[in-house]
T-cell receptor, first 112, second 114 residues
């Protein structure tokens, strides 16, 4: 079946540190991959996406590359800010329907 | 566009009462999703609709939960009777029907059942 596994949190970093949040997936076919972010008290919002192997999604300094050979879509940012504190969800869409399969989320705390 | 609109934003009720949550999707979107989020269980898909038709309700916890979408611009999620374990944040999301498209989430309804 389809599933997403992401590193458990919370992850606590100092401002300007390098961030990696690991995500691996299991899927049949060629899914689209997403990172969503949820700020406190809000709904999820799309951070970035990639629709095929070797695509790199990027937004707000965050990047993730669709690696089919390792079935991974790790989220990275070179220098985090306090305002990046949120919960990050890795997700996939198998493409056969409109469901998105979400990971359990990783809470990120950035200290000033 | 105003985005996905949910009401109420907060609901506090007593066990046994009926609760109705409402959602207005983004105009032109033809897929609508209801999710529930708790600390213990994370984000769970309850049900989703394509063109107002329920496609998959396998995530609905039990018969106390029901959802309707009478037209393209409105959906409800009803819990009757409510129980304390239903306390959660309920999100509605919408997207364009095409597979693999971004879902746009509403701000959520925080439900507390006493």
């Amino acid at each position: 079946g389809n599933s997403v596994t992401q590193m458990e949190g919370p992850v606590t970093l100092s401002e300007e540190a390098f961030l990696t949040i690991n995500c691996t997936y299991t899927a049949t076919g060629y899914p689209s991959l997403f990172w969503y972010v949820q700020y406190p008290g809000e709904g999820l919002q799309l951070l970035l996406k990639a629709t095929k192997a070797d695509d790199k999604g990027s937004n707000k300094g965050f990047e993730a590359t669709y690696r089919k050979e390792t079935t991974s879509f790790h989220l990275e940012k070179g220098s985090v800010q306090v305002s990046d504190s949120a919960v990050y969800f890795c997700a996939l869409s198998p493409g056969r329907d409109d469901k998105i399969i979400f990971g359990k989320g990783t809470r990120l705390h950035i200290l000033p | 566009d105003a985005g996905v609109i949910q009401s109420p934003r907060h609901e506090v009720t007593e066990m046994g009462q009926e609760v109705t949550l409402r959602c207005k999707p983004i105009s032109g979107h033809n897929s609508l999703f209801w999710y529930r989020q708790t600390m213990m269980r994370g984000l769970e898909l309850l049900i989703y609709f394509n063109n107002n038709v329920p496609i998959d309700d396998s995530g609905m916890p039990e018969d106390r939960f029901s959802a309707k979408m009478p037209n393209a611009s409105f959906s409800t999620l009803k819990i009757q009777p409510s129980e304390p374990r239903d306390s959660a944040v309920y999100f509605c999301a919408s997207s364009l029907l095409a597979g693999g498209n971004e879902q746009f989430f509403g701000p959520g309804t925080r439900l507390t059942v006493l």
